[in-house]
């Protein structure tokens, strides 16, 4: 199964599609005021460049060492715990039907 990893400093973002441990993709961007958009844009760019669906991906998780008090890992902090929830929910209903 698949993994994303987002490591955010004060500088930057860098969000990991893993396979395992080895590492299939990346993308990096600047640290700004629009991290949700550029993380889900992260998101949907691995997703769609690797050929998987949102399903394939059963975890996301954040390192940073950045206060928590700084809005994007705020923001990291919640897509990564949506993301997480939304797929389980997911695999649930299809083992389900």
Known sequence: MYSFLLTLTKENARLELREGDRVKATKEWA???DM???LFE???EL???NGLGP???DSFRLETAVSDNFT????AETVAKMYT???SVQQ???KKS
């Not at 994007?72 to 923001?75: E, F, G, N, R, Y």
Request: no cysteine.
């Open 72 to 75: 994007s890992v705020k923001i």
């Open 92 to 94: 649930k209903t299809t």
């Open 85 to 87: 929830w939304a797929v």
């Open 36 to 38: 949700g958009r550029q």
């Open 55 to 57: 399903t394939d991906v």
């Open 42 to 44: 992260g998101i949907a």
């Open 31 to 33: 640290e700004s005021r």
């Open 47 to 49: 997703l769609q460049e």
